[in-house]
């Protein structure tokens, strides 16, 4: 059996430079873990936490996270200052690394809770959120934005909002840069219809130079990240980072300059499946919990298809992971032993 491939601490780059973005139901603790496998210094964002979870809820169950996972940044969703303050002393003592707010989720239940994309709105409101977490952290606190709200395109309104926040102490914005249209369309909708306009993000930059600007939306490829950074400080990636994270373990030699040795698929399945059995011991946290995140991890592969279907099939939940990775193992090793069809 080959050794388990551990993550190890990231050295003090940038930490703006590559990010994962928050996304809801899929940037858990456990994904987040998975991700950490593949890059060492990318800065990885929790899911959307609501400072209404965090004062009603279980603080453990929303902020618990593996160490491993440093540099962790927490995302909060809320607009209440006492609120905001309250959930960022919370994510100071659990040990994360960034406190974000959210600014850019168009959802309607966000709406109704006068959060996320519709805080864009009231800049001052938020400025005074930004500046009630500052005063019980020493943690950066940030901002996740949108470039306009409905049909308003104006780059005036983005960049009013940032200065008013800027005032306020917040040093870094991370610039989703699609308006977000809060009547008419999905969260999905609000990914794909509303137009890419990255010029906006990089005249921010011009802007306000002594800011840290970093683009988010749309990006799919190493050489589109490196030619947003020609614009901006950093860039956030999506969704491609989930459903293609072999990407991810490009990222440390490419942007950080950490050549580092990059671990095989098998050593980090297998990582993975220690990581599985550690979780069940520690509160029964059942495997396919853990799985639905790597299902990219063949993305493109002979033999993932048929990998992807062993580790997503329910029938084999009674197994212990052990036993489903010697099956997704074999069935690996059939898809990529079937001939290629030539015309």
């Given at each position: 059996?080959?050794?388990?491939?551990?993550?190890?601490?990231?050295?003090?780059?940038?930490?703006?430079?590559?990010?994962?973005?928050?996304?809801?139901?899929?940037?858990?603790?456990?994904?987040?873990?998975?991700?950490?496998?593949?890059?060492?210094?990318?800065?990885?964002?929790?899911?959307?936490?609501?400072?209404?979870?965090?004062?009603?809820?279980?603080?453990?169950?929303?902020?618990?996270?593996?160490?491993?996972?440093?540099?962790?940044?927490?995302?909060?969703?809320?607009?209440?200052?006492?609120?905001?303050?309250?959930?960022?002393?919370?994510?100071?003592?659990?040990?994360?690394?960034?406190?974000?707010?959210?600014?850019?989720?168009?959802?309607?239940?966000?709406?109704?809770?006068?959060?996320?994309?519709?805080?864009?709105?009231?800049?001052?409101?938020?400025?005074?959120?930004?500046?009630?977490?500052?005063?019980?952290?020493?943690?950066?606190?940030?901002?996740?934005?949108?470039?306009?709200?409905?049909?308003?395109?104006?780059?005036?309104?983005?960049?009013?909002?940032?200065?008013?926040?800027?005032?306020?102490?917040?040093?870094?914005?991370?610039?989703h840069a699609r308006n977000a249209w809060l009547d008419g369309l999905s969260p999905k909708e609000n990914r794909?219809?509303?137009?890419?306009?990255?010029?906006?993000?990089?005249?921010?930059?011009?802007?306000?130079?002594?800011?840290?600007?970093?683009?988010?939306?749309?990006?799919?490829?190493?050489?589109?990240?490196?030619?947003?950074?020609?614009?901006?400080?950093?860039?956030?990636?999506?969704?491609?980072?989930?459903?293609?994270?072999?990407?991810?373990?490009?990222?440390?030699?490419?942007?950080?300059?950490?050549?580092?040795?990059?671990?095989?698929?098998?050593?980090?399945?297998?990582?993975?499946?220690?990581?599985?059995?550690?979780?069940?011991?520690?509160?029964?946290?059942?495997?396919?919990?853990?799985?639905?995140?790597?299902?990219?991890?063949?993305?493109?592969?002979?033999?993932?298809?048929?990998?992807?279907?062993?580790?997503?099939?329910?029938?084999?939940?009674?197994?212990?992971?052990?036993?489903?990775?010697?099956?997704?193992?074999?069935?690996?090793?059939?898809?990529?032993?079937?001939?290629?069809?030539?015309?």
């Open positions: 059996m080959s050794e388990v491939f551990s993550p190890v601490a990231s050295p003090p780059f940038n930490p703006w430079r590559l990010s994962v973005a928050p996304m809801m139901d899929w940037t858990d603790r456990h994904c987040r873990f998975f991700h950490r496998l593949l890059t060492r210094h990318t800065l990885l964002y929790t899911e959307m936490v609501t400072t209404g979870a965090l004062r009603h809820g279980s603080a453990e169950r929303h902020l618990r996270f593996n160490a491993e996972e440093h540099p962790v940044a927490l995302q909060l969703g809320g607009s209440d200052t006492a609120d905001l303050a309250h959930a960022a002393k919370l994510g100071r003592a659990w040990g994360y690394d960034e406190i974000n707010l959210n600014c850019g989720c168009p959802s309607d239940r966000v709406q109704r809770g006068a959060f996320g994309a519709c805080l864009m709105n009231e800049p001052l409101t938020v400025a005074d959120g930004v500046k009630a977490m500052l005063d019980v952290t020493g943690l950066p606190v940030t901002v996740k934005h949108r470039i306009g709200i409905d049909r308003n395109e104006s780059y005036e309104f983005v960049r009013d909002f940032v200065g008013t926040v800027s005032d306020a102490g917040c040093h870094v914005f991370i610039v794909e219809i509303p137009p890419l306009r990255y010029e906006l993000a990089y005249q921010l930059k011009k802007d306000f130079p002594n800011l840290t600007i970093v683009v988010n939306g749309g990006i799919k490829t190493n050489e589109h990240m490196a030619m947003h950074m020609q614009g901006a400080d950093g860039v956030m990636v999506g969704r491609e980072a989930y459903y293609n994270p072999w990407l991810l373990t490009t990222w440390d030699a490419t942007f950080f300059g950490d050549n580092h040795a990059v671990p095989s698929r098998d050593e980090v399945e297998e990582s993975m499946v220690s990581y599985m059995e550690r979780a069940f011991a520690e509160d029964a946290c059942p495997w396919y919990a853990i799985a639905r995140h790597m299902l990219g991890l063949h993305h493109g592969q002979r033999g993932g298809r048929l990998w992807r279907q062993v580790w997503s099939n329910h029938k084999l939940k009674p197994l212990p992971p052990r036993e489903v990775f010697a099956i997704a193992r074999e069935a690996l090793a059939r898809g990529a032993e079937k001939p290629v069809d030539v015309c």
